[in-house]
């Protein structure tokens, strides 16, 4: 089984600064795609940010040039830097993980979110 532990939400005011954390543990042999996402109350949930194992990222259109997704492969973290943040940007935000076990199956797993809030 494999845990994913996000950290790093809170209230911040607008134009402000975050930085997210996740780190899985478990039984992991590798993580290929950690991307995060977030939903805000009565939408759905949507992609912010991915990056792949070998550091390539993809960011949805809203948060380009605003947020910056990093990974320590070591250590089976990433990270969401989030800057110039906007009250659009409240919503809870989700760590997820493609993760191959020693068995060599491979599953996505979901940590269970931290809420980051914009607001004055």
């Known amino acids: 089984q494999v845990q994913l532990a996000e950290s790093g939400g809170g209230l911040v005011q607008p134009g402000g600064s975050l930085t997210l954390s996740c780190v899985a543990s478990?039984?992991?042999?590798?993580?290929?795609?950690m991307r995060w996402y977030r939903q805000a109350p009565g939408k759905q949930r949507e992609l912010v940010a991915g990056?792949?194992?070998?550091?390539?990222?993809n960011y949805a259109d809203s948060v380009k040039g605003r947020f910056t997704i990093s990974r320590d492969n070591a250590k089976n973290t990433v990270d969401l830097q989030m800057h110039s943040l906007k009250p659009e940007d409240t919503a809870a935000y989700y760590c997820?993980?493609?993760?191959?076990?020693?068995?060599?199956?491979?599953?996505?797993?979901w940590g269970q979110g931290t809420q980051v809030t914009v607001s004055s």
């Open positions: 478990g039984s992991i042999f590798s993580i290929h795609a």
């Open positions: 990056i792949t194992s070998d550091g390539t990222t």
């Open positions: 997820y993980a493609d993760v191959r076990h020693y068995s060599g199956s491979v599953y996505g797993y």
